[in-house]
């Protein structure tokens, strides 16, 4: 009876021990196996101690997240014993039922469980804590990039491909069902929106619908990836990255010319341009050993960076922290004061990433001719096209005191972090052995080195990113820096394996998005599942799509779009669509908005003129980069100030007007079948009764109120010939237009 | 469900969910047909609005229910305002003694030997309190006897940038949640009309601009709604032409009951929280255009503000805006002000500033106090940081004398809301530049502003990737002595 309670209640405590577990990683190691520091310790500890007992606090003086300060104890003594949980200070108060004693003092007790884990960490020698900065002996993104296996699954119908057999994996694991795919017509507007940032019409729908070969959805991707806006779509997303702007910030706000990076930027996606080449050419391009236009022109990525002439030195701590951001997943810029215990860089080696871009200036380059462009003179009004690119000009790099350029210190060269020590990639440039040598390394080497297979970082830090754009979040949900003090990713072994496979397909951003899209865990529905609310509310486990509203200029693009407005010209200087006058006051250099003629007033949303100080309205509203630092994610703000502009922005009501002409347009219909035409168009789908029955209401209203208030009706349609009909069109067309669902990525 | 969870969820997600409840018994599903299109459309559609804005809950009984936040950007000179030291105007010209220079950071200067520079303005004692105020700051000096003076505040960055995000989020980088979004996660707002944390500009923007109204990683819909510092404060407050009123109301149910549909079939919170938005922004289209028409305001009330043009943006004007702001039940008002960061020519810029600010602030408290609203209304005045004893001495020429940062003691100072008036807490040293008294760092400042709202900063928290966070971290304590 005795040894069978004692069974019981191991079982109870292992039960426990596996669903604390699971809740972490699913890796459950048996009575004898060892315990993990990184995988079983280090999120407990992380969860329950060190807010008081980590880097920032240090109570009783006890730090526990670093080895020789966790062993040496606090104030009370020893806390630790390696080899020894009975006479570890640490079990006691954990496992403790007094409230005085027991740690931690507030918030939920440890479980049983996790005292046992504990317990047997110590037993085990209490192994693994690292000691001081972050290297890749003591943390994943340090660690090189493995090639993992694929897993088995149960239900492997259900994959369509790897991805699927890793995001299976975890959910049998975990218990839990994924979703059904999405419908087809679900399916062609997801990609629509995902690919081209645009909106299939319905005739592209329905010729998928009627598509029954086998490879009909693969065959829309590639049809997609082809298409001239998925460099468009892709492009813009680099350009959050480059902070790309057409001013120079700061109060002065200077105009620049830069159009020409976008369209660079553009061109690349399109091209399929290789990652590493394209990273080769932004970051030194004017340095390989014949550089064409188009490479001087790529360097325009850190030209972005906000420039005022009196701040020189602030423009390159923004390049290095966006090189750090961007390619690195990490928040260089804290070592630009003094070294960090948590970061991988310290003060010093910031100053050295400082040298590269510090050896260069900005000029502006004249896009006919290649050289140096001159500024206008009386004689010269109109400039010819320039370009901002980069050139090497050595600076001597002193590293600044605190941060502060007026407190020069030591004198140092441009090199890498020693933490990120790896081999840079060979050139494929023309230098001889691959290894030049410089005595003074320059951008060109900054590029090798980022972009060398040996890096653990850029590529997980890249096709992370790639993932958050087509699920909300990506396997590492803190997808601008991947340092220590933050959340381990998700999928581990699905990151590392996209990273790989990355590598394997040339660095393909096509192959990739294909890759991605035609899984069938991106292919699941996007609706939220009451019995994953508690256990997943944030769909971590990927058993489900996500809603995501749209982004500011696809917003505006697909209102335009299904406004038969939108011009699809593509390139070319930036333009200046209708605003409203008093954006541009109140500037302390005033700014010019020349109102764009004809279908320049239309142009997609990435065309427009960026003024840092004063952007177009739109774009803030709608969660839109600032462009001063780079940015790696949008917001997806949700305030009543967004439903003002889409509800009475006079840009917004053209689109409805224009809608409804089309409506009303249509010979001899139904109010039923222009209600389905609407939702063809704007849904692309088919209305269900009760949208029907909403809407067929406010027509019957309208038409009545609006029969006898003509001013009203003119009003509202604004010049069309038979305006009370026109007027019930656009009221339909701006609600429909309205909905959550038209500007949302279902 | 336990108090405790109540307490750790964010209050509109339970709003929503027991409206969501309420909507799925009442319509049992869309399917059953003609079930109650009317409700969808009528006044029904209108419940998920407001049933989301009436949740509130408190830890404790609240002295204040609304904060205006007067925020200078760039470190008012308190050494020149509030904190007179004479010992500094008696050793002009001295070097600062070598045992306190090793104790401050500074953020410029870097002569070896600064010298003290005493302030070149008289101060004087003023009210039943006899607090001491300098002559830049007059109209301030008029309402000691209702302002709490504190001398010892603190922070931890003599950067801007980031003691912004310091005294506005409680933590040194970006992507905290601001302090208006953690009191309306708290509290909600009052009206039904209007934003419950807007946000107010004139001069120079916050260095780390929307981070320091952002919602962080709290639902979006508790973000500070910002005003436009130029033109139209809110754009698009005019329904297009030919909607009627009853139109644009009709129109806004419309998408709403679609909304609705849209809602049941994905459950995604989301399009909860635009049904809210678009509710709003209807009603907000009447109350801000209300709200912003100062016509009903008198002349006197106008000359006391010191605003010459209505129509014109300025610290006066918002000032003014943001009484008509707690009038209207909104919970969290925040103004920023620059430019104070006076690191040259310091004796022209701060009477400039103190010109543009002095006037209105006081005649905020006046006003509030005059139409009853000051007891519930807790008005806070500082910088991200402040001034030092020493003069910042360009080595260009031309370039005025100065004052660098000083994150170690400056003064903020609170009216109304449960502050009681007429005090000065907190003493610093006979330089300014250290306190000797026990120092309020900013997390016991916002400690004790979310004690006047009746909430407790340990229990505020919001579970994000696997922890609890909170306004003030793993610190803060509650400043009784501010107002006991």
């Known amino acids: ?746 | 469900m336990t108090a405790k969870r109540h307490l750790n969820e964010p209050l509109s997600a339970l709003a929503l969910e027991q409206t969501r409840r309420q909507f799925f018994r009442r319509g049992a599903g869309l399917s059953v047909a003609p079930m109650a299109l009317a409700s969808l459309l009528d006044q029904d559609g209108r419940v998920f609005g407001e049933e989301a804005e009436s949740v509130m809950q408190t830890h404790h009984r609240p002295r204040a229910k609304s904060v205006i936040f007067l925020h200078m950007i760039g470190g008012p000179s308190q050494i020149d305002l509030f904190d007179p030291k004479p010992e500094v105007i008696r050793r002009d010209g001295d070097t600062l003694p070598e045992s306190l220079q090793k104790k401050l950071t500074f953020a410029q200067i870097q002569e070896k030997q600064p010298r003290l520079m005493g302030s070149p303005w008289k101060f004087s004692q003023h009210g039943e309190c006899g607090a001491t105020v300098s002559e830049l700051m007059p109209h301030i000096a008029s309402i000691v006897d209702d302002v709490s003076f504190v001398r010892t505040v603190k922070t931890d960055d003599t950067n801007h940038m980031f003691a912004e995000l310091m005294l506005n989020t409680g933590w040194r980088r970006f992507g905290r949640p601001s302090i208006g979004s953690w009191v309306v996660y708290g509290l909600r707002s009052e009206s039904q009309q209007l934003p419950a944390f807007m946000v107010l500009r004139s001069g120079m923007r916050p260095r780390s601009k929307s981070a320091n109204y952002g919602n962080g990683f709290l639902p979006s819909k508790y973000q500070g709604t910002p005003l436009r510092s130029s033109g139209d404060p809110i754009l698009n407050l005019a329904s297009p032409p030919g909607f009627t009123e009853a139109r644009q109301r009709q129109s806004v149910d419309a998408i709403n009951a679609l909304n609705r549909i849209r809602y049941e079939q994905t459950k995604d919170d989301e399009i909860a929280a635009r049904i809210v938005s678009y509710e709003l922004a209807f009603r907000m289209q009447s109350a801000a255009t209300e709200w912003l028409d100062l016509k009903s305001e008198t002349p006197g009330t106008f000359k006391q503000y010191g605003i010459d043009d209505a129509a014109r943006p300025s610290f006066a004007r918002n000032c003014l805006l943001a009484r008509r702001l707690v009038e209207r039940g909104v919970r969290f008002v925040q103004l920023f002000h620059g430019d104070w960061d006076h690191h040259s020519a310091i004796k022209a810029g701060l009477p400039s500033q103190c010109g543009l600010t002095d006037q209105a602030s006081a005649a905020l408290v006046r006003d509030l106090a005059q139409r009853g609203l000051l007891d519930d209304t807790l008005v806070v005045w500082g910088g991200e940081l402040g001034r030092g004893a020493v003069a910042q001495v360009s080595d260009k020429p031309n370039v005025a004398v100065g004052r660098d940062h000083q994150i170690e003691a400056f003064t903020m100072w609170f009216a109304g809301g449960g502050a009681r008036g007429g005090q000065t807490i907190g003493k610093t040293n006979d330089f300014g530049c250290l306190p000797e008294t026990e120092p309020w760092h900013v997390y016991d400042l916002q400690a004790t502003i979310l004690h006047l709202l009746g909430l407790d900063h340990t229990k505020l928290t919001y579970r994000y990737q696997g922890r609890d966070f909170r306004l003030t971290d793993v610190h803060g304590n509650v400043k009784h002595e501010l107002f006991a």
């Open chain 1, 1 to 746: 009876m005795f040894r069978l309670t004692r069974i019981y209640l191991s079982l109870a405590i292992w039960g426990a021990c596996w669903a604390a577990l699971r809740a972490d990683d699913g890796n459950t190691p048996t009575a004898s196996a060892k315990v993990d520091y990184r995988k079983h310790i280090a999120p407990l500890l992380s969860k329950h101690c060190f807010r008081c007992h980590g880097e920032k606090s240090q109570e009783g003086g006890l730090r526990l997240d670093v080895r020789q300060r966790a062993l040496t104890g606090g104030d009370s003594g020893l806390a630790i014993q390696p080899g020894n949980s009975k006479q570890s200070a640490m079990i006691a108060r954990v496992a403790s039922n007094d409230p005085e004693v027991r740690m931690p003092p507030e918030g939920a007790r440890l479980l049983p469980a996790e005292v046992e884990l504990l317990k047997r960490w110590i037993d085990q020698g209490a192994k693994g804590i690292p000691d001081g900065r972050p290297s890749s002996s003591n943390h994943w993104a340090f660690q090189s990039i493995k090639t993992p296996a694929i897993p088995d699954v149960a239900d492997s119908n259900w994959c369509s491909n790897a991805i699927d057999r890793f995001v299976l994996a975890k959910l049998e694991n975990e218990g839990i069902k994924p979703s059904p795919s999405a419908s087809p017509r679900t399916l062609v507007r997801r990609l629509y929106l995902d690919l081209i940032g645009l909106p299939p019409t319905w005739r592209q729908i329905e010729s998928f619908m009627n598509d029954e070969s086998a490879d009909a959805y693969e065959r829309l991707v590639d049809k997609l990836l082809a298409s001239a806006h998925y460099g468009e779509r892709w492009g813009r997303h680099w350009l959050d990255l480059a902070r790309h702007a057409d001013s120079g910030g700061y109060e002065a706000d200077m105009p620049r010319e830069t159009w020409a990076y976008r369209d660079y930027v553009i061109n690349a996606f399109n091209s399929d341009m290789p990652f590493d080449r394209f990273v080769v050419e932004q970051l030194g391009g004017d340095l390989l050993p014949i550089p064409t236009m188009a490479q001087r022109i790529a360097t325009g990525f850190h030209c972005n960076a906000m420039y005022d002439p009196g701040v020189r030195f602030e423009s390159v701590i923004y390049q290095v922290n966006t090189t750090g951001t961007v390619f690195l997943g990490l928040t260089v810029g804290c070592a630009q004061c003094h070294t960090h215990k948590t970061d991988p860089i310290t003060q010093r080696e910031f100053y050295g990433l400082y040298g590269f871009f510090n050896n260069a200036i900005m000029m502006p380059m004249d896009l006919a001719t290649g050289k140096p462009a001159i500024p206008p003179t009386e004689k010269t009004k109109v400039q010819p096209p320039s370009s901002l690119i980069m050139k090497y000009t050595a600076h001597p790099t002193h590293i600044f005191l605190r941060g502060d350029p007026a407190q020069p210190g030591e004198q140092v060269a441009p090199g890498f972090p020693a933490e990120l020590d790896w081999q840079p990639a060979k050139s494929w440039w023309g230098e001889l052995d691959g290894s030049p040598s410089r005595s003074v390394k320059n951008r060109l080497d900054l590029a090798r080195w980022i972009v060398s297979d040996k890096n653990p970082l850029t590529d997980r830090v890249t096709v992370n990113r790639i993932w958050q754009r087509f699920f909300g979040l990506g396997l590492v949900s803190t997808e601008d820096d991947f340092g220590v003090q933050t959340p381990p990713p998700s999928h581990p072994e699905l990151l590392d394996w996209l990273a790989r496979e990355f590598r394997r397909k040339h660095l393909s951003f096509k192959s990739l998005h294909r890759l991605i899209v035609t899984s069938s865990t991106y292919r699941q529905v996007s609706v939220t599942r009451s019995d994953l609310s508690d256990i997943d509310p944030g769909n971590r486990f990927l058993a489900r799509q996500r809603r995501l509203r749209l982004e500011g200029e696809i917003v505006r693009d697909v209102w335009m779009y299904t406004g038969d407005l939108l011009s699809e010209k593509m390139g070319g200087p930036s333009v200046f669509p209708w605003q409203p006058e008093s954006v541009l006051e109140n500037r302390a250099t005033p700014a010019k908005w020349i109102e764009s003629k004809g279908e320049n007033r239309y142009r997609r949303g990435l065309y427009t003129w960026f003024w840092r100080l004063t952007p177009h309205p739109h774009f803030p509203l709608l969660d839109g980069p600032d462009a001063v630092t780079a940015c790696t994610r949008r917001g997806r703000s949700n305030v009543p100030v967004q439903a003002l502009t889409l509800l009475n922005d006079p840009t917004f009501m053209e689109c409805a007007r224009k809608l409804a002409t089309l409506v009303v347009a249509m010979p001899s219909a139904t109010d039923r079948q222009r209600l389905d035409f609407l939702y063809h168009r704007c849904l692309g789908r088919d209305p269900i009764s009760w949208e029907i029955a909403v809407l067929k209401k406010v027509i019957s209203d309208q038409r009545r109120r609006l029969a006898t208030s003509p001013k009203q009706a003119e009003a509202i349609s604004d010049g069309h010939e038979s305006p009370a009909e026109h007027a019930v069109w656009v009221i339909i067309c701006r609600a429909i237009m309205n909905t959550d669902e038209f500007i949302t990525r279902e």
